[in-house]
């Protein structure tokens, strides 16, 4: 046992100390800062585009934008002092006022959105998937079983026959039902499987 040990110790030390001779393949570029970027001429082009969309989407009321205030910055991870390369905030005209009488509908909340803004966030990743995994396949597979998809699963659905109580019947959860956190699965946290 202890032969295999330094063996390993020995093949891990020559492949630690063999990683600063590999040098990249190709070019290596600088880290875009937002001088940079600010005066590329693609960057230019992209961000009038932006500016272009979200006008016209904050002008459609089918986009949601009467109901719907937000905010997004464009910015280069590499700049340390943070500096929006691009901004867009859009408030909803609901927030500020309900129609001719002037009265305020939101009460407690800004009036106007703008970069020092607090939203409320919650846990974006599950939302960001959601989305992705809708825009690919649309709601054609909503309703399908998440075993068709994790079949590792089907073992501790089969249990369920002999224990509905301990184990989860993971062939009648769906993908829309896990989506959208309906399914009554509880967190696990205290328990090994």
């Given at each position: 046992?202890?032969?295999?040990?330094?063996?390993?110790?020995?093949?891990?030390?020559?492949?630690?100390?063999?990683?600063?001779?590999?040098?990249?393949?190709?070019?290596?570029?600088?880290?875009?800062?937002?001088?940079?970027?600010?005066?590329?001429?693609?960057?230019?082009?992209?961000?009038?585009?932006?500016?272009?969309?979200?006008?016209?989407?904050?002008?459609?009321?089918?986009?949601?934008?009467?109901?719907?205030s937000y905010s997004i910055e464009v910015w280069s991870a590499t700049d340390p002092s943070g500096t929006p390369l691009w901004s867009?905030?859009?408030?909803?005209?609901?927030?500020?006022?309900?129609?001719?009488?002037?009265?305020?509908?939101?009460?407690?909340?800004?009036?106007?959105?703008?970069?020092?803004?607090?939203?409320?966030?919650?846990?974006?990743?599950?939302?960001?998937?959601?989305?992705?995994?809708?825009?690919?396949?649309?709601?054609?597979?909503?309703?399908?079983?998440?075993?068709?998809?994790?079949?590792?699963?089907?073992?501790?659905?089969?249990?369920s026959n002999q224990d509905a109580v301990a184990n989860v019947d993971w062939?009648?959860?769906?993908?829309?039902?896990?989506?959208?956190?309906?399914?009554?699965?509880?967190?696990?946290?205290?328990?090994?499987?």
């Amino acid at each position: 046992m202890m032969k295999h040990n330094v063996v390993l110790l020995a093949f891990l030390g020559r492949h630690v100390s063999a990683a600063p001779n590999c040098p990249p393949l190709g070019a290596v570029f600088p880290k875009p800062s937002s001088a940079i970027l600010s005066s590329s001429p693609a960057i230019i082009s992209a961000l009038s585009n932006l500016t272009s969309t979200f006008t016209a989407r904050d002008l459609d009321n089918n986009t949601g934008a009467y109901s719907t205030s937000y905010s997004i910055e464009v910015w280069s991870a590499t700049d340390p002092s943070g500096t929006p390369l691009w901004s867009w905030h859009h408030t909803a005209p609901n927030l500020t006022h309900s129609g001719a009488n002037g009265t305020y509908t939101n009460t407690t909340g800004v009036r106007k959105v703008d970069k020092n803004t607090v939203y409320r966030l919650g846990s974006l990743t599950k939302i960001f998937t959601i989305y992705t995994w809708l825009v690919q396949d649309g709601d054609v597979k909503w309703n399908e079983p998440i075993t068709q998809y994790v079949p590792e699963l089907q073992a501790v659905a089969d249990k369920s026959n002999q224990d509905a109580v301990a184990n989860v019947d993971w062939g009648d959860i769906t993908i829309g039902a896990l989506a959208s956190q309906m399914a009554g699965i509880v967190r696990d946290c205290e328990s090994s499987v």
